[in-house]
């Protein structure tokens, strides 16, 4: 009885996981348009990023914090991170090869002034946790004693409606103390 149990549980979390080209289908799909922060009493599980008087001041607003918007034909995802504000980011969701996207890359173009190459995790990601990896072969400052996001974790809610967007930052190879996390609501 507990094999039985096991392979099922194996069975469900293989099905959950997602491969690059159904994960960036996905993300094309359910991303596109304007996030505003969520108010501050649901910023839960984060490290006071929203705090920043930058972003403080967004929150719980129709202001927009995150958009996302399908470029270059459907080749690319580009995500803009609290634009208009000091801590303004962006990053580009693209395949290694649009029509076979054998990988899911991401470049995350920081206010912290590096840019991060990331590769799509299929074993840690599903359609509600999608998992980018700082990518150590292309990227010198992934291998780097430099503060820089290390993670790009985006988790989707309520129906594709909410977004905690989590980008975790390494310092000196380590995993830092704080790290932009925040809540979004698409408007």
Known sequence: MRKLFALGCLSVALLAQMGPKEAYEHMVKVLPGEWKL????????????????????????????MEYKVIGRGSALKEELLPGTVRHMVTMYHCDDF??????????????????????????????????????????????????????????SKGNRHLKASYIVYKDGERANTHSIYHFDKK
């Open 99 to 156: 029509k076979e996207c054998n990988e899911l890359r991401a470049t995350h173009y920081c206010a912290k002034q590096n840019q991060p190459s990331f590769v799509f995790n299929t074993k840690k990601s599903t359609k509600n946790r999608l998992v980018f990896d700082c990518d150590e072969e292309r990227s010198e400052v992934c291998d780097s004693d430099e503060a820089h996001v290390h993670h790009i974790i985006l988790e989707l």
């Open 38 to 65: 969520s108010p501050a009493s649901q910023q839960k599980d984060t490290t006071g990023a929203h705090n920043h008087p930058a972003v403080k001041r967004l929150l719980g607003t129709d202001k927009v914090g």
